[in-house]
């Protein structure tokens, strides 16, 4: 069974920075890529980041590149997204995933961020 535990959200002002983590259970999680998505009020979930199973690699959403930075401790089993330069339209509740051939396969609960003008 995987379990991903999201922290770190909370309510921050504009051009502000949070760090959020997601701790997760399993034994695969190093096989694994991960990612981070976020759904904001009224609007449809969105792909924010995702990192490959060696950090090598790294992808972003246009909507935060030179933002945020996804990293991951494979030691720890933790996924991390730093950001930085926060806007109102990054109000959002922010899932953890992990990735499976390509896919989206488990998804944390969420932690939500608040960010005021």
């Known amino acids: 069974q995987v379990q991903l535990v999201e922290s770190g959200g909370g309510l921050v002002q504009a051009g502000g920075s949070l760090r959020l983590s997601c701790a997760v259970s399993?034994?695969?999680?190093?096989?694994?890529?991960m990612g981070w998505f976020r759904q904001a009020p009224g609007k449809e979930r969105e792909f924010v980041a995702s990192?490959?199973?060696?950090?090598?690699?790294?992808y972003y959403a246009d909507s935060v590149k030179g933002r945020f930075t996804i990293s991951r401790d494979n030691a720890k089993n933790m996924v991390y997204l730093q950001m930085n330069s926060l806007k109102p339209e990054d109000t959002a509740v922010y899932y953890c995933?992990?990735?499976?051939?390509?896919?989206?396969?488990?998804w944390g609960k969420g932690t939500l961020v608040t960010v005021s003008s």
């Open positions: 995933v992990r990735y499976s051939s390509g896919k989206p396969d488990y």
């Open positions: 399993g034994r695969t999680f190093s096989n694994n890529a």
């Open positions: 990192i490959s199973w060696d950090g090598g690699s790294t």
